[in-house]
């Protein structure tokens, strides 16, 4: 039996009823990936993140949902940067290693934003949804979706469509049959991205399906990435978006998207610590 300390923390928000809420172990020594998942199942927030190696140049983090581990996503990472640099109390950590690789870091000291770099050069693939199918998934009018949805990947692949405006990402429906036989990535892993962009701001909701009813998540700092990633793929750098989410569940998260000249991806956000507690387990 060991004493396991954890930080909650809410991340892309500066108050403490917003945001993507996230814990934030600090590992003395290794777990097993068993162990990381069952207590990720048992945290039962959108992920749960284990930082290993807190005191070496590179510390490893270990990225959970309650069904599978991920191998990037922005939401836990950015979470983990600030008690990384709590706890070390340095802002020195310039990479944090993950499953899809090493992510370059920065902390911007006076707006307190931690920006994070996509690991993997955006790659995109096909969907088999057309204009008219999209329709029917989302219950939305054909008239109302801009481009037919694509599978972007950026260090963790998901689906992307662009709507016209907020009113229609509101309104959105989504057919359980058509959302699982076309928005699957492997068995458990269903899910959309759909946003709408009016200038540099940008409005985003991110559905899933998880043990067999629909969820949404507040605030997804990979599906951010991927968006960049689709701007690359269309040749679209230089420019910074401010992107909102979670709204209708009533917990607000504000990203930054930034895409440099040179086709670097940027995402950030800040965060709310919210206390710590310790957890005995049994490995």
């Known amino acids: 039996m ?3 300390t954890y930080y909650w923390i809410n991340v892309f928000t500066s108050e403490q ?3 993507n809420p996230l814990p934030v172990f600090v590992l003395k020594k290794a777990l097993s990936k068993t162990a990381m998942q069952q207590i990720a199942t048992m ?3 959108s992920e749960t993140v284990f930082i290993e190696n807190l005191n070496r140049d590179l510390p490893k983090l270990h990225i959970y949902t309650p069904m599978q581990e991920l191998p990037f996503a922005g939401h836990p990472i950015i979470g983990a940067l600030q008690i990384i640099k709590m706890l070390k109390n340095s802002s020195g950590t310039k990479q944090v290693e993950t499953l899809a690789g090493i992510v370059d870091i920065k902390i911007d000291q006076n707006k307190q934003i931690y920006w994070i770099k996509a690991p993997v050069a955006p790659k995109e693939r096909a969907s088999t949804l057309d204009i008219p199918l999209t329709s029917q998934m989302l219950n939305i009018p054909e008239s109302k979706i801009l481009s037919q949805p ?11 469509v662009e709507v016209k405006d907020q009113e229609t990402v509101d309104s959105i429906k989504i057919n359980l049959d058509l959302f699982e036989q076309h928005a699957t990535l492997y068995a458990g892993r269903t899910m959309i991205y759909i946003w709408t962009r009016d200038n540099q701001d940008v409005y985003v909701r991110y ?5 067999g009813a629909l969820g ?3 605030g997804t700092g990979s599906a951010c990435s991927n968006l960049g990633g689709l701007q690359v793929l269309e040749g679209n750098n230089d420019f910074e978006w401010t992107i909102r989410q979670g709204c209708l569940l009533g917990r607000e998260n504000v990203l930054f998207l930034k895409v440099t000249a040179n086709q670097e991806i ?4 800040q965060n709310r610590f919210m206390g710590k507690g ?3 387990w049994a490995d």
Do not use: A
């Open 278 to 280: 310790e957890l005995l």
């Open 43 to 45: 945290m039962n927030q």
């Open 2 to 4: 060991q004493s396991l």
């Open 216 to 218: 949404e998540d507040s």
């Open 150 to 160: 694509k599978w972007l990947n950026t260090g963790s692949e998901q689906l992307l």
């Open 17 to 19: 009823d917003k945001g």
């Open 266 to 269: 940027w995402i950030g956000g």
């Open 207 to 211: 559905m899933y399906f998880k043990n």
